[in-house]
T-cell receptor
Framework: DTGVSQNPRHKITKRGQNVTFRCDPI?????LYWYRQTLGQGPEFLTY????????KSRLLSDRFSAERPKGSFSTLEIQRTEQGDSAMYLC??????????????FGAGSRLTVL | QKEVEQNSGPLSVPEGAIASLNCTYS??????FFWYRQYSGKSPELIMF????GDKEDGRFTAQLNKASQYVSLLIRDSQPSDSATYLC????????FGAGTRLTVKP
């Protein structure tokens, strides 16, 4: 088990282009989360999946953002028509319930997006 | 809008002292509470979680929860320079919401 894997680690794009990030969770984890983090802020919730079902999506999230988890394994996060304000670290996390019932997240290393 | 509030700091303590980090949350129905540590340029990593009122200890770390006051704290005893990081409070409902984090510096 290599943990949560995210690709690419860095992406530089021009404003207006589309970008896609991929997350491979820990294999036995059925929940997968996407967060966005900017400098000096905590992770901002974007969306999460339980298996292949997208259970919640932040109301703050523009409709330019879409996420999928087609077979309940890896997930993709696509940003269409990128804007400079989309520049951030995009974090993926996966989880399973611990023996105590708590939902412990394990984060990937993140995908850093820079929009020029 | 569910909110998790933390003092952004920075909080500076001398080596060997107790560092106290605080967090309040707005959703009275929240059940599980987490503390994550994030080193500069790295991803958050779990320190501990708590879901019952009272204290929970794990080594040098103690989490304290008071649901009536909607308050959760983290105490770090015998602080070390390696504890210097940003500490994130997180509250789980259907999703997991994070505070902005408190930056802690432990000075040798």
């Amino acid at each position: 088990d290599t943990g949560v894997s995210q690709n690419p680690r860095h992406k530089i794009t021009k404003r207006g282009q589309n970008v896609t990030f991929r997350c491979d969770p820990i294999s036995e984890h059925n929940r997968l989360y996407w967060y966005r983090q900017t400098l000096g802020q905590g992770p901002e919730f974007l969306t999460y999946f339980q298996n292949e079902a997208q259970l919640e999506k932040s109301r703050l999230l523009s409709d330019r953002f879409s996420a999928e988890r087609p077979k309940g394994s890896f997930s993709t996060l696509e940003i269409q028509r990128t804007e400079q304000g989309d520049s951030a670290m995009y974090l993926c996390a996966s989880s399973r319930k611990s023996y105590s019932g708590a939902n412990v997240l394990t984060f990937g290393a993140g995908s850093r997006l820079t929009v020029l | 809008q569910k909110e998790v509030e933390q003092n952004s700091g920075p909080l500076s303590v001398p080596e060997g002292a107790i560092a106290s980090l605080n967090c309040t949350y707005s959703d009275r129905g929240s059940q599980s509470f987490f503390w994550y540590r994030q080193y500069s340029g790295k991803s958050p990593e779990l320190i501990m979680f708590i879901y019952s009122n009272g204290d929970k200890e794990d080594g040098r770390f103690t989490a304290q929860l008071n649901k009536a006051s909607q308050y959760v704290s983290l105490l770090i005893r015998d602080s070390q320079p390696s504890d210097s990081a940003t500490y994130l409070c997180a509250v789980k409902d259907n999703d997991m919401r994070f505070g902005a984090g408190t930056r802690l510096t432990v000075k040798p």
